[in-house]
C-alpha cells in the first residue's frame, strides 16, 4: 500500500500548492538516484516522491484523495456497487481517466497509463521541475521520450592523462585526445594530485535517436620526479651537500616547486637532517603544504689528503656510531 502523499513529500495537509512545490524540491534533490549512487533502493524511494507530487499537484485529485474518494496510488476507493453511487471497474470520478505513473531508469523518466486529466500538471512540469535541479530534463529525452522502445543516452567514458610532476604542483594545461579523434586543452589546477578526476561534459559516446552524449572522465597520472616527491599536499626532496658544507656548515642552494631558495646549513650537519621550508609544498584549499629537505652526504673523491683525514678522525673518535643498536 502506498504512502499518504503528503507524508512523502514532507507537509501539513494545509500546504499551499507552492509550499508542496517547494518542499517537492528539496526532496527530490536529496532523493534523486544520481545523488545516491550506491543506493539500491534510491529509484523505490524517487518513483514514490514523484506519485505523490503528481497527485497533491494536480487540484482535483487533491480534493478527491482528501475527500477519500481516491487512494494515495490515485485509484478510486470502494464506495458501493454499481447503481448504488458507484463506478464499474473502479474508474475514476469524472469519466475515464487513469492516472498516469512516471519511472525514473537510465534514460530519464517514462510514464505509462492512460490520459491526462484536465486542471493537472502534465509529464512536462515534472521534466520542467527537475532539468533545472539535475540537468536530466528536456534534452535527455530524445526525439520520442514515450515511445514504446526509449533509446540510451550516451554512455560515459574514462581516460588517464599522464601529467609531469611540475605541471601538476604548478597548474598547466594538457592536451587530452579523446576517442572520437577530438582533442581538448584540459586545464591541471595548481596542487593537483595523483587521481585527481575531472569531467568533461557531453564528450563521452554520442547518444541514440538525438539522446545526448555522455561525459568523460579524465583521470591524472601524477610522473615521478628524481628530485621531488609527494606525501599528501607535502612534498619531500633529498638535498645532495659536499663534506665540506656538512662539517663547516655553510649557505647552499635548494630547488623548490617555484624556483632556488637559499638554505642555511649549520656546522655538523648530519646525513638525513631534515629542514621545513613552510608554505612550499603543494597548492590545497586549506593552506599549502610544506617542503620538507633532507640532507645526503656526498664524499669526494678519494685522494691521500683524504684518506689521511680518515685516519685521524678514527683516531681521535671517542664514541661508537652505532651503539646502543
Known amino acids: 500500500m502506498a504512502r499518504d502523499p503528503y507524508d512523502v513529500i514532507g507537509v501539513a495537509r494545509t500546504a499551499g500548492a507552492d509550499d508542496i512545490k517547494k518542499a517537492f524540491r528539496k526532496k527530490a534533490k536529496a532523493l534523486h538516484p544520481d545523488a545516491n549512487p550506491n543506493d539500491p533502493k534510491a529509484q523505490d524511494r524517487f518513483a514514490e516522491l514523484n506519485n505523490a507530487y503528481e497527485l497533491l499537484s494536480d487540484d482535483a485529485k487533491r480534493k478527491s484523495f482528501d475527500r477519500g474518494e481516491i487512494d494515495a496510488e ?38 505509462s497509463g492512460g490520459r491526462k486529466a484536465g486542471g493537472g500538471p502534465s509529464s512536462d512540469d515534472f521534466f520542467d521541475i527537475l532539468s533545472g535541479m539535475t540537468g536530466r530534463g528536456r534534452q535527455q529525452r530524445g526525439a520520442d521520450p514515450f515511445g514504446s522502445e526509449p533509446q540510451p543516452a550516451g554512455e560515459d567514458l574514462t581516460l588517464t592523462v599522464r601529467v609531469p610532476f611540475l605541471d601538476a604542483a604548478r597548474g598547466a594545461t594538457q592536451r587530452v585526445l579523446l576517442p572520437s579523434g577530438e582533442a581538448v586543452d584540459v586545464k591541471i589546477p595548481p596542487g593537483t594530485r595523483e587521481g585527481h578526476r575531472m569531467r568533461l561534459r557531453g564528450k563521452g559516446k554520442p547518444g541514440g535517436a538525438g539522446r545526448p552524449a555522455g561525459d568523460a572522465y579524465v583521470v591524472v597520472t601524477v610522473e615521478p620526479h628524481p628530485a621531488f616527491r609527494a606525501e599528501g599536499k607535502d612534498v619531500r626532496l633529498e638535498l645532495p651537500i659536499a663534506l665540506d658544507e656538512a662539517i663547516l656548515g655553510g649557505k647552499v642552494r635548494a630547488p623548490t616547486l617555484d624556483g632556488e631558495v637559499e638554505l642555511t646549513l649549520p656546522a655538523m650537519t648530519a646525513s638525513g637532517k631534515s629542514f621545513r621550508l613552510r608554505g612550499k609544498g603543494l597548492a590545497s584549499t586549506d593552506g599549502p603544504g ?12 678519494p685522494s691521500a689528503d683524504l684518506e689521511g683525514f680518515a685516519r685521524i678522525l678514527k683516531e681521535r673518535r671517542k664514541a661508537d656510531p652505532r651503539e646502543g643498536l
Do not use: C, M, N, W
Not at 89 to 103: Q, Y
Not at 290 to 301: A, K, N, S
Open 74 to 111: 490515485g485509484k478510486q476507493r470502494f464506495t458501493g456497487f454499481e447503481g448504488f453511487g458507484g463506478r464499474p471497474g473502479g474508474g475514476a470520478p469524472g469519466g475515464d481517466t487513469i492516472f498516469e505513473t512516471f519511472s525514473f531508469g537510465q534514460e530519464g523518466f517514462r510514464r
Open 290 to 301: 610544506d617542503l620538507y629537505v633532507t640532507t645526503r652526504i656526498v664524499l669526494p673523491e
